[in-house]
């Protein structure tokens, strides 16, 4: 569907974090759509994640191992190996409001957000957030202080609801925007 029309992701290094939450089963299908335009993908589970999907899928539409415990010992030794925190673009998807209230108030307890906190690459978050959460302030807030720190958020289309996982298409065409802008600096 978009093979040769995305140069952009030749060599990219994009990292997904994943969080706990119900549509996590696009996720391998994204991958999979970055892969084919040739960018590297790593993944970073938090904890709460594997309630929702286990890494093998993951690794599988990856290529490489799925990173989870921030003091784990590093699976694969590679000394030219990029890391997580030397991304391209690093993607939240699905973001909970818990990780997004994490991010937004510095909070750095597990490997995902301690990889928020460091990486200097745009970040973009696309939420899945229950209803009745989404609407209150506080969430309303984080969301708001991550945009005015520079923070990418995907706009879901025409139909759907600002609280639910965008499609793997719109994630897509933010991931090819974000890098443009990138090089644009």
């Not at 978009?2 to 997904?16: D, P, V």
């Not at 990780?99 to 970040?123: F, R, V």
Request: with cysteine; net charge neutral; proline share 8%.
């Amino acid at each position: 569907m978009f093979t040769g029309e995305m140069k952009m992701l030749i060599g990219k290094n994009i990292t997904i974090g994943i969080t706990a939450c119900t549509p996590v089963d696009q996720i391998p299908g994204l991958i999979r759509m970055l892969r084919n335009e040739k960018a590297e993908v790593k993944v970073i589970l938090t904890p709460n994640a594997l309630n929702f999907i286990t890494p093998l899928p993951l690794r599988r539409a990856s290529g490489n191992p799925v990173e989870i415990d921030q003091f784990e010992e590093p699976k694969v030794w590679d000394p030219e190996h990029k890391t997580s925190d030397q991304s391209d673009l690093l993607l939240i998807a699905p973001a909970s409001a818990n990780t997004i209230g994490k991010a937004a108030n510095g909070i750095a307890d597990n490997l995902l957000t301690t990889t928020i906190l460091s990486t200097t690459a745009p970040i973009v978050f696309a939420n899945n957030i229950n209803p009745m959460m989404y609407s209150k302030p506080s969430v309303q807030r984080n969301i708001q202080t991550l945009k005015e720190d520079g923070c990418i958020f995907v706009e879901n289309g025409k139909g759907r609801t600002p609280n639910r996982m965008p499609s793997n298409e719109q994630i897509f065409q933010t991931i090819i925007k974000a890098l443009e802008k990138m090089t644009e600096v």
